[in-house]
């Protein structure tokens, strides 16, 4: 059974323990500075701070109090703002320690050339260089990255994919990558390294979850301008209205005019801290919430993009197809019963051990109740199925049975003089018309009847295709089959369109015709032929059991090897830009609250009219100060899970989700503030804080 990485709890208490600690390291003025927003509420706080030690040395600006309180929950904005992006980059921190003690340095058998039998000398992991040859056998760890060059054996992956089913490993084709750390279990092989110490695939992975090295994504950089551009407009307002109090308090002889401590306050409230409090977080959790899917994402820019894909390159076979056609059917010949096809065709693949060989036993076992069946009793001699031939079957008692394809079977039976009827060639033209697989059967000169293949599509695939295209997604099957095969499982599984008898050039092909349009395109791969339509795609998912080649072209590695992943991913993807786009709502619209809070206040002094902006009536204009200072600061705690976990992704159109923004998030932005900054202020006044 197949094992994820379990997401942690929310507040586990080592991370939370961890990220108290960076939240204090985090204050370092070199590190606010790339954060404009949280950089000027940290200003505010030192600022603040001094006046409050002037206050006590001498006459303030306002009560010491007062000036204390502000200077506090200024600080404590800061610090839970930091927190939040450290408790994000804790989990992604805690991943990599679990990573990092999967790796070891082990003795390892170094080949003098690529083979067994070659002079072996015992060095430690960490000595192997690229292109050096090791021997790994059964129970040895594999010491590093590599190729195998010779040998086909078992390997456990656990340590690396989570997934506690080995899987076979060889030289030559798409199976022949190895990671490692991961255990040889049967047999032996002779692997080539590929990377020497400190490139290998777990340091990458280590350095890649580590949440701390990850690059903003354009969105976020886009974003961190837009909130550094409201932050100077603000801060230049703000620091007008010193100079103009002054001035009206002189000109109209009454009132007193706003001071440091009160404009400090009214610009926090004013700057966009919700959103630039939690910004880091959001894009940060949304790595980690790819690291909980086992997918490792080699930047955030591949995770935001995953988001605004509109179009999905699927493989048929593994992704929406189970990935082995199933025997479904037997269609007898003339006179021939269809119990006694079945019977002949079990026969002849009851050694076949491939998926479709093990179907048509099982299909006639539950059709003609045929089990049973002792292979040594029968001293049957199997002949196995070859390239050349085209078809396998049985010799037993006198009787020659073969299967095969039909162009196979034709040559094979009239080259023993039969003949090929008609009724089976149009029985295999009609079973190829809708889709399917023919292969043939016949004993001797004498064809029995046809056995039918079908490619099973997935469970539940033409309803997440349904919901993708809710999403404006359009979705496209890439296969190798023939155009009638393609063209009957896309219309089973519900894809927009397809592409069949798929070259690596016609992948490419259509990659960039997509992107020519302005679309992004997503595609999963895991061979070297797909490595070039990886590297042009934008979201480009390998699987980790793929090649080499597959892996250094994507920008994503499945480790679960699960090709479906890519609509897990997209969905991951959009989740990361609804949380990021509904807290950005929430945030402009808490700030209008604010507004009506902090301004009257502010001015009452010197305009007594403004009084009447006063809609919540709060007690005092340093109540109303205090309490939407503690509002601000209180909100941006209370928003850390809703970045960490994301928001519930929904297959929704873009209107209907700006929608259900303004209405939910928006509204939500306008009222709550008013409630909260209400309560606040009652309990202040109850407990004659102010």
């Not at 909100?635 to 929904?650: E, F, H």
């Amino acid at each position: 059974m197949r094992k994820r990485n379990q997401a942690r709890p929310l507040f586990d208490s080592r991370i939370m323990r961890r990220a108290l600690l960076d939240a204090l390291i985090k204050l370092d003025p070199r590190h606010q500075v790339g954060k404009p927003v949280m950089f000027v509420v940290e200003v505010g706080s030192l600022l603040t701070t001094g006046l409050f030690i002037h206050s006590l040395l001498a006459q303030g600006e306002e009560s010491p109090g007062f000036i204390l309180a502000v200077s506090l929950w200024l600080w404590f904005t800061v610090l839970f703002a930091n927190f939040a992006e450290s408790m994000a980059e804790g989990r992604g921190k805690a991943q990599a320690d679990n990573l990092r003690s999967s790796r070891k340095d082990i003795k390892c058998k170094r080949l003098s050339r690529p083979e067994r039998d070659a002079y072996v000398t015992i060095v430690s992991s960490s000595q192997l260089q690229k292109g050096d040859f090791v021997l790994v056998e059964a129970g040895d760890l594999i010491p590093g990255d590599g190729e195998v060059e010779v040998g086909v054996a078992s390997v456990n992956e656990a340590a690396v994919t989570g997934e506690s089913a080995p899987v076979i490993r060889e030289s030559g084709g798409d199976r022949s990558s190895v990671t490692g750390g991961t255990q040889v279990l049967s047999d032996w092989l002779v692997v080539r390294i590929t990377a020497n110490p400190g490139e290998a695939f777990l340091d990458r992975m280590i350095a890649m979850v580590e949440g701390a090295k990850r690059q903003k994504t354009p969105n976020e950089i886009a974003l961190d301008i837009l909130l550094a551009g409201l932050t100077i407009i603000f801060l230049l307002a703000t620091v007008t209205l010193l100079p103009f109090s002054l001035f009206n308090v002189e000109a109209m002889g009454q009132g007193s005019p706003v001071t440091l401590t009160v404009l400090c306050a009214l610009l926090v409230c004013l700057i966009p801290t919700t959103i630039g409090g939690l910004l880091s977080s959001i894009g940060i959790a949304g790595m980690d919430r790819m690291i909980q899917a086992n997918v490792i994402a080699m930047s955030g820019r591949a995770v935001e993009a995953a988001g605004d894909v509109d179009v999905l390159l699927l493989d048929k076979t593994g992704t929406i197809t189970l990935g082995n056609r199933q025997a479904t059917a037997f269609v007898p010949c003339g006179d021939v019963s269809a119990s006694h096809l079945a019977d002949a065709a079990q026969l002849a693949s009851l050694a076949d051990e491939t998926p479709e060989g093990r179907s048509v036993v099982v299909l006639a076992k539950k059709q003609y109740d045929l089990r049973e069946r002792d292979i040594h009793a029968l001293g049957a001699k199997f002949v196995t199925f070859s390239a050349q031939t085209r078809m396998s079957g049985v010799d037993l008692d006198g009787r020659q049975i073969r299967k095969g394809s039909a162009e196979a079977m034709e040559a094979h039976v009239t080259g023993n003089g039969g003949s090929f009827p008609t009724e089976v060639r149009e029985v295999v033209d009609n079973i190829a018309r809708q889709g399917a697989t023919p292969l043939v059967v016949a004993e001797g000169r004498q064809v029995l009847g046809v056995i039918r293949l079908n490619d099973i599509v997935k469970g539940g695939m033409r309803e997440r295709f349904a919901e993708l295209r809710q999403m404006g997604i359009r979705t496209i099957m890439i296969t190798g089959d023939n155009p009638l095969t393609a063209a009957a499982v896309a219309a089973e599984a519900g894809v927009d369109d397809f592409l069949a008898q798929a070259t690596p050039e016609a992948k490419l092909k259509l990659i960039r015709e997509y992107q020519a349009g302005g679309k992004l395109v997503a595609m999963t791969g895991d061979g070297t032929n797909d490595a070039p339509a990886l590297a042009q795609a934008d979201v480009a998912v390998a699987m980790n059991s793929g090649t080499q080649a597959a892996k250094e072209a994507g920008n994503m590695v499945d480790l679960d090897s699960n090709p479906t992943k890519l609509i897990e991913i997209v969905e991951i993807g959009k989740q990361l830009l609804m949380t990021r786009g509904t807290l950005t709502t929430f945030s402009i619209s808490n700030d209008v609250a604010k507004y009506f809070a902090i301004l009257p206040a502010a001015f009452v002094g010197i305009y007594p009219q403004l009084g009447a902006l006063n809609v919540m009536g709060l007690a005092t204009p340093r109540s109303a100060i205090l309490s939407a200072v503690i509002f601000n600061a209180l909100i941006i705690v209370g928003l850390i899970p809703l970045a960490l976990r994301g928001v519930k992704y929904r297959p929704v159109g873009a209107a209907r989700l700006l929608r259900n923004n303004l209405l939910i998030y928006g509204l939500g932005g306008l009222v709550v503030p008013f409630v909260g900054i209400k309560a606040i202020d009652l309990i202040l006044t109850l407990l004659h804080f102010v």
